[in-house]
């Protein structure tokens, strides 16, 4: 049974930084796709970030390209979240999510429906 499990939320002000970490267990590490989500009160989930567990791919929306960075321990089966620069617009819960796949693949697109497993989340607030 896949689990998810995030860490690494927390409150911190505008500018600052947050490392979230995402232990994945519970099936072929790295045969998958793991991404981060974000969903903000009223709004919807939307895409972070994707990478290829069995390799170097990774993938960034647009709008947070240069702040935030996605990685990995393989040793550890866990993906990374640093965020940097943070502002009060980054405030959501963070989801890690996962979905099995093909050696090779590029993760693309990385839409909520594509991943059957989701960890509880993480809340992050940054504050003004």
């Known amino acids: 049974q896949v689990r998810l499990v995030e860490s690494g939320g927390g409150s911190v002000q505008a500018g600052g930084s947050l490392r979230l970490s995402c232990a994945a267990s519970g099936y072929t590490y790295s045969s998958s796709c793991i991404a981060w989500f974000r969903q903000a009160p009223g709004k919807e989930r939307e895409g972070v970030a994707v990478t290829y567990t069995g390799g170097s791919f990774t993938y960034y929306a647009d709008s947070l390209k240069g702040r935030f960075t996605i990685s990995q321990d393989k040793a550890k089966n866990t993906v990374y979240l640093q965020m940097n620069s943070l502002t009060p617009d980054d405030t959501a819960m963070y989801y890690c999510?996962?979905?099995?796949?093909?050696?090779?693949?590029?993760?693309?697109?990385?839409?909520?429906?594509?991943?059957?497993?989701w960890g509880q989340g993480t809340q992050v607030t940054v504050s003004s």
């Open positions: 999510a996962a979905r099995k796949t093909f050696a090779g693949a590029r993760c693309v697109p990385a839409r909520p429906g594509d991943f059957g497993s």
